[in-house]
């Protein structure tokens, strides 16, 4: 079994910045991703951020240039940096952990239970 823990969120101005963190824990025999998506009220949840444990990132086109992700390997933990938040970056933040497990050695990718983000403009 594999836990998400993420943290960070909260209420910020347009403009500003916040940083979230998610810590992954439990039976993981290798870490292939870990990344972020949202979901906005009334909306579909959407992949904003990936990183591989290799370092190579992509981003949605929406978020390019404002949000960083990184992660700390040794921690099991992938970080979201988020600067010039706007309005529309009000959502549910949720980790994602592409994972092999032990014993089955599978892949698994698991979610987070999600922390709210809200810009106020």
């Known amino acids: 079994q594999v836990q998400l823990v993420e943290s960070g969120g909260g209420l910020v101005q347009a403009g500003g910045s916040l940083r979230l963190s998610c810590a992954a824990s439990?039976?993981?025999?290798?870490?292939?991703?870990m990344g972020w998506g949202r979901q906005a009220p009334g909306k579909q949840r959407e992949l904003v951020a990936a990183i591989t444990t290799g370092g190579s990132t992509n981003y949605a086109d929406s978020v390019k240039g404002r949000f960083t992700t990184s992660t700390d390997n040794h921690k099991n933990t992938v970080y979201l940096q988020m600067n010039s938040l706007k309005p529309e970056d009000t959502a549910v933040y949720y980790c994602?952990?592409?994972?092999?497990?032990?014993?089955?050695?599978?892949?698994?990718?698991?979610w987070g239970q999600g922390t709210l983000v809200t810009v106020s403009s």
């Open positions: 994602y952990a592409d994972t092999v497990v032990t014993p089955s050695y599978r892949n698994l990718k698991v």
């Open positions: 439990g039976s993981i025999f290798r870490l292939n991703a």
